[in-house]
C-alpha cells in the first residue's frame, strides 16, 4: 500500500487508551465481585472493538483514502452492509478489507454477546441472590420483624444485628429495601399491613414484631393484623401521636414507644441534671425508669452552698443517710466527675453527688441540706 504523508488522526490509540484505563483503573466498590467480573468483560469487549476500529480505519488511510471514507468504508464492512467498495481496491486492499470483515464481525459479535451476558447474567444473579434471601427467611425462627426500614427501622435493625439477634426487614419501597440488602440484612419486599407479607416472613414463629412506620395509623393496622396472626407475639408499635397510644394497645400491642417523648425527655434530664446523665451515658434517659421499677432510683445530689455537709467526706456523708444510698460517683463543681477513689474526698459547695437508693427514706436533716433532682 502507498503510505501517505499526513499521519493519520483516529490511528491515534487515545481512544483504546481511554477504555483501558477504564477497565485497569475503575473500580467499583458497590459492586459484588460477580457483578465487577461481569462489567470488566464488557469493558474488555469495548477495548477489543475499539482496537480493531482504529486500525482498520487507520489501514486503510494508509491506503490513500480520506478520513471519512476510511471510516465510512469500515463501518458498512464491520456491520455487514456492504454498499461496496468506496474506491478501487488492488489485491492488496482485497486481502485487507477481508481482514476488516473478520476482524471487525467477530469484534462486533463479541460486544453484542457481552451486552446479553452483562443483561442476562445480572438479572440471574439477581434473581439466585433473591432465592438465597428467600430460603434464608424461610429457616429463621425466634426472630423479630422489623416493619419500616426508615431512621428508626435503621437504628433498631442496627443495634439487633450488633446484638447477633435474627430478624427481617419489612417494606414496600426499593430503594430503602436495597439499603438493607448492601448491610447484609435479610428482607421481605411488600406491605405489612397484608396478612401474605407477614406469613412471608413467618410472623408465626417471630418471638417479637416492632412496627415503626411514621403512620400511626398503618402502625394500628399493623398491629391488628399481626395480633390475628400469632396470638402470642409480642408487639412492639410506635406512636407519634399520644392520643394513638390507647388505640395500639386495644389492637394488641405490648408496649408503645413515643420518641417525641423520649426526645423530650432526654433533652429535659441533659438540662436538670447533666452530671447524671453524663455519668449513666444513658442517651435514652430509660435506666432510671426501669430502676424506678424495682423501686430503686438514681438521683444527681447538689451540695448548696450553705450545708453543712461542705468539708465532710462521701464517706461521712453515706454514714448520714443511714444505709439508704450509695454514692456511685462525685462530680466536681468545675465539671470533673470522679468514677472511683473519692470515698475520702471532702464535698465543696456546687457538687454533684450521683446516688443509688431510696431517697424518701433519707432523714429529714439530711434531705434539707441538698437539692434533690431525681433521675426518672
Excluded at 468514677?339 to 474526698?345: C, N, V
Aim: net charge neutral.
Amino acid at each position: 500500500m502507498p503510505v501517505a504523508k499526513s499521519a493519520p488522526l483516529f490511528s491515534s490509540p487515545s481512544v483504546p487508551r481511554l477504555l483501558l484505563f477504564l477497565l485497569k483503573e475503575i473500580d467499583y466498590p458497590q459492586m459484588s465481585a460477580p457483578s465487577k467480573s461481569i462489567f470488566k468483560k464488557f469493558w474488555r469487549s469495548l477495548l477489543y472493538l475499539a482496537v480493531v476500529f482504529t486500525v482498520c480505519v487507520g489501514g486503510y488511510h494508509l491506503y490513500g483514502w480520506n478520513f471519512v471514507d476510511s471510516i465510512y468504508m469500515v463501518v458498512i464492512t464491520m456491520f455487514g452492509v456492504g454498499y461496496g467498495e468506496v474506491h478501487p481496491l488492488d489485491a492488496t486492499g482485497k486481502i485487507f478489507t477481508m481482514f476488516v470483515i473478520v476482524a471487525g464481525t467477530s469484534a462486533v459479535v463479541f460486544v453484542i454477546g457481552e451486552v446479553i451476558r452483562f443483561i442476562t447474567e445480572g438479572e440471574i444473579m439477581k434473581a439466585i441472590g433473591e432465592l438465597r434471601k428467600s430460603k434464608q427467611v424461610d429457616v429463621i425462627n425466634d426472630h423479630a420483624i422489623i416493619c419500616g426500614y426508615g431512621r428508626i427501622g435503621q437504628i433498631l435493625a442496627h443495634e439487633l444485628a450488633a446484638a447477633k439477634f435474627p430478624f427481617v426487614v419489612v417494606d414496600l419501597d426499593d430503594g430503602r429495601l436495597a439499603l438493607a440488602e448492601e448491610s447484609g440484612y435479610l428482607f421481605v419486599k411488600g406491605s405489612a399491613t397484608e396478612e401474605e407479607t407477614l406469613q412471608r416472613a413467618h410472623v408465626e414463629r417471630a418471638l417479637v414484631l416492632a412496627t415503626v412506620l411514621p403512620q400511626d395509623t398503618l402502625n394500628v393496622f399493623i398491629t391488628l393484623t399481626a395480633r390475628n396472626l400469632n396470638r402470642h407475639l409480642r408487639i412492639i408499635a410506635r406512636g407519634e401521636d399520644p392520643s394513638t397510644e390507647k388505640k395500639l394497645r386495644q389492637a394488641g400491642a405490648d408496649e408503645v414507644v413515643l420518641p417525641a417523648g423520649i426526645g423530650g425527655m432526654r433533652i429535659a434530664h441533659s438540662i436538670i441534671r447533666p452530671a447524671a446523665v453524663e455519668f449513666l451515658g444513658d442517651n435514652r434517659g430509660l435506666i432510671g425508669e426501669e430502676l424506678k421499677k424495682l423501686g430503686v432510683e438514681i438521683d444527681e445530689l447538689r451540695l448548696h452552698k450553705h450545708t453543712h455537709l461542705v468539708g465532710k467526706t462521701i464517706l461521712e456523708l453515706q454514714n448520714l443517710s443511714e444505709g439508704h444510698l450509695l454514692v456511685v460517683a462525685l462530680q466536681r463543681a468545675n465539671g470533673n466527675m470522679l468514677r472511683s477513689g473519692f470515698i475520702e474526698e471532702k464535698l465543696q459547695a456546687g457538687d454533684s453527688v450521683i446516688i443509688i437508693g431510696r431517697v424518701h427514706g433519707l432523714p429529714p436533716a439530711l434531705r434539707e441540706q441538698v437539692d434533690r433532682q431525681e433521675v426518672s
